[in-house]
C-alpha cells in the first residue's frame, strides 16, 4: 500500500459535472481528490482486505441470530420494543437487503481492523463504483498508469446484476432520500440509474412525500402503491419518528430491511468481539458501564450507538493534547461503546480510512476517504486507488 502524488486532470470538474457527481466540491471544498493515489498490491486486495470482508459478513449475519434472539441486548442496543419482533420476522422471511461498507483501519502492514459496519444507509457509492473508475481508465489512455493497472471495483455491475432481485416480481422500484442534499440526491439517482439499467421501472421521491393507504402500502405523489421502496435514510431514525409505525406489516418491500437495525448500530461491535474474541480483523469493544470496558484502560476510542460521520466520536488518549480529540454533534442520548483505540494509518498530513463494501453479500470494491484529523467527517475527501504488483 503505497500514496502516490498525481497531477490533476484538467477536465476532472467538467467530467464530473456531465456524468451527475454534482457533489465533487461541498460547501466549496474539495471532495473528489485527486492530487494522491492509493497503490495496492493484488495480494493485499485479496488477501488482507476482500477475503476479511467476505469473513466479516458471514460473522455479522451470525451476531444478527444473537442480537435477535436476546431482547434484553436489543434493548441495549436501544432498539425500540415495539420492532423487537418485526426485526425477527424481517430477518425469518429472508428479506433482501442491498449493500453495506466495512470501514477499516489498514496500512499495508499488519491486518485491517474493522472500525464500524456501515449497513443501512453508506453514501460514497457513485465515486467508488464509478468516478474512480473513470479516473483509473484515462490515466491508462494516458500511459500515466501502466496498462495492465486494475480496481478493485466491481461494484456497477454487481448492483445491476443484483437489483432485479430486490425489486421483485414487479420490476418497480422508488427511491426516496432527502433529495435536498445533494450526496444524497446523487447516490439514489445512480441507483436508479442501475436499476433501470436492469430493466427496471423507477421514480424517484423525496422521504417526506411518502404517504400510506388504507391497507398499508405506501404511496408516492400520485397515490400509487410503492411496490419496492429503496431508501436513503437511517432506519433508527425511522423507527422513532411518527411515520415509522407503517414500516410494521407494510407490504411495500422496503430495503435496507428492518433487520438492518442490528447492524447499522455500534452495539454490533462489542456483539461480535464477544463472540468472537481474538479475530485478527476484530478489535475488543465494550458497552460502556460494563466491567469489562475498564480493561481497556484510559485509551479507547468512545461511540455513540447511534453516529454518523464521526460525530461525538471521542479518541480519548493521554499523550493527546487535552488527552482527547473528539467531534461535535447531537448522538449520543442512546448510549455508547467503547473500542480499543487504533489509530488510522497517516500518511503525510492526512489520514486515511478504506471503506470496504458489499453489494448483495459479495465483497466488491473499495473506496479511500481522507481527513485531516484522525475522525473521519463529513468533511473528509475520497481519492481513487488502483492495483500494480
Not at 477499516?104 to 474493522?114: C, H, I, N, R, V
Not at 482527547?324 to 492526512?350: C, K, N, T
Request: with cysteine; hydrophobic share 40%.
Amino acid at each position: 500500500m503505497e500514496r502516490i502524488a498525481f497531477d490533476e486532470r484538467p477536465d476532472w470538474r467538467d467530467d464530473a459535472e456531465r456524468c451527475g457527481f454534482a457533489f465533487h466540491t461541498i460547501d466549496g471544498e474539495a471532495y473528489w481528490d485527486e492530487t494522491h493515489a492509493y497503490r495496492f498490491s493484488l495480494a493485499e486486495i485479496e488477501t488482507e482486505l476482500e477475503d476479511p470482508t467476505q469473513e466479516l459478513l458471514s460473522l455479522c449475519y451470525q451476531a444478527v441470530d444473537r442480537i435477535l434472539g436476546d431482547d434484553a441486548l436489543m434493548e441495549r442496543m436501544a432498539i425500540p420494543e415495539e420492532f423487537h419482533q418485526p426485526a425477527r420476522d424481517s430477518w425469518t422471511r429472508k428479506d433482501f437487503d442491498l449493500y453495506g461498507r466495512f470501514d477499516f483501519a489498514y496500512d499495508g502492514q499488519s491486518p485491517a481492523k474493522l472500525l464500524e459496519f456501515n449497513a443501512d444507509t453508506p453514501t460514497s457509492l457513485f465515486e467508488t463504483a464509478v468516478f474512480q473508475w473513470r479516473w483509473l481508465e484515462q490515466l491508462k489512455e494516458e500511459g500515466l498508469l501502466p496498462p495492465d493497472a486494475d480496481q478493485f471495483n466491481s461494484i456497477h455491475e454487481r448492483l445491476v446484476e443484483s437489483l432485479p432481485f430486490i425489486a421483485g416480481p414487479s420490476r418497480r422500484m422508488h427511491f426516496a432520500a432527502v433529495l435536498q442534499s445533494d450526496e444524497d440526491r446523487g447516490t439514489v439517482e445512480y441507483l436508479a440509474d442501475c436499476a433501470v439499467q436492469a430493466g427496471i421501472e423507477t421514480s424517484l421521491i423525496d422521504i417526506s412525500e411518502i404517504g400510506v393507504d388504507a391497507e398499508g402500502w405506501f404511496t408516492d405523489t400520485n397515490d400509487y402503491r410503492i411496490d419496492t421502496l429503496f431508501k436513503l435514510y437511517p432506519l433508527e431514525d425511522m423507527v422513532r419518528e411518527e411515520f415509522g409505525q407503517y414500516l410494521i406489516g407494510t407490504p411495500t418491500r422496503v430495503v435496507e430491511p428492518l433487520w438492518k437495525l442490528v447492524l447499522s448500530n455500534k452495539g454490533l461491535l462489542p456483539v461480535l468481539w464477544e463472540m468472537f474474541p481474538g479475530h485478527p480483523n476484530l478489535l475488543p469493544a465494550y458497552f460502556e458501564g460494563s466491567p469489562a470496558a475498564d480493561s481497556l484502560g484510559n485509551s479507547y476510542v468512545r461511540k455513540p450507538l447511534l453516529s454518523r460521520e464521526g460525530a461525538n466520536v471521542a479518541i480519548i488518549d493521554p499523550s493527546l493534547p487535552e488527552g482527547r480529540f473528539s467531534v461535535g454533534g447531537a448522538y449520543g442520548a442512546e448510549g455508547f461503546i467503547r473500542q480499543q483505540l487504533h489509530m488510522l494509518p497517516q500518511f503525510g498530513d492526512d489520514w486515511a480510512v478504506i471503506g470496504s463494501w458489499i453489494i448483495a453479500g459479495r465483497a466488491c470494491g473499495i473506496g479511500i476517504r481522507e481527513d485531516k484529523g484522525p475522525i473521519t467527517r463529513n468533511t473528509s475527501r475520497f481519492l481513487p486507488h488502483f492495483i500494480a504488483d
